[in-house]
């Protein structure tokens, strides 16, 4: 009976693994068995469980391949190293270099977020920021959380950008006085009551491939 019991449980994994996922009620009847009993095989296996579609899918540790965020997504249906939706969520942010915002975490794990985000906003092992207007998600932890921000802050630095009103008014003050400082044309500009930083006008003159004189050049 045991070596009866084995080979139901081998041809069921094999069939299984050809299928690439499947749900408990698949594998309970491949076993021949109850869904606690399939369950328990899963574990042995050492399955992983989808962090969507309510957890209903599993696949075998040798059939998915996750990528280098330790997620793998097969017909829409999302896997994870780090176990659940929850768990996942906590581990991509603890491991991202400067946080996550809600639209990267959606684009990561294919899912709209407003979704699942809402349990995260008072997760113990999380925090959330507002930075330029979006909520980012940071580890909690002190030490982690403060080097997660010092970068996210520089990115938002570099990643500043003047508003198309603005960048109007920059370039033709740019065509007015081409021989003219960042810092001049930030002088300028306010004084046609348009506030815009030096960092926002270096990035936009690096977009369009223009040079931003930090210190003015001498007329002839």
Known sequence: MAMIKNRVAQEARRTFRAQKVGTIDEL??????????????LRLWKAHTSYNRNGRYSVLPDVARFDADGLWRYRGIGFSRYGTLKQTVVGLVRESPAGLGAGQLGRLLGLEPRSFLS???????????????????????????????????????????????EAVAILVERIKQPRSSVEELVVRLKAQSVRVSAQAIRNLFARHGLTGKKTPLSRP
């Open 28 to 41: 309970a009847d491949l076993l021949q068995c109850s869904v606690s009993t399939a369950r328990r095989r």
């Open 119 to 165: 349990p995260f906003r008072d997760h113990p092992a999380l925090r959330r920021e507002r930075h330029q207007g979006r909520f980012v998600y940071f580890a909690a932890q002190r030490e982690v959380f403060r080097e997660q921000r010092r970068r996210r802050m520089a990115m938002g630095r570099e990643a500043e950008l003047p508003s198309d009103a």
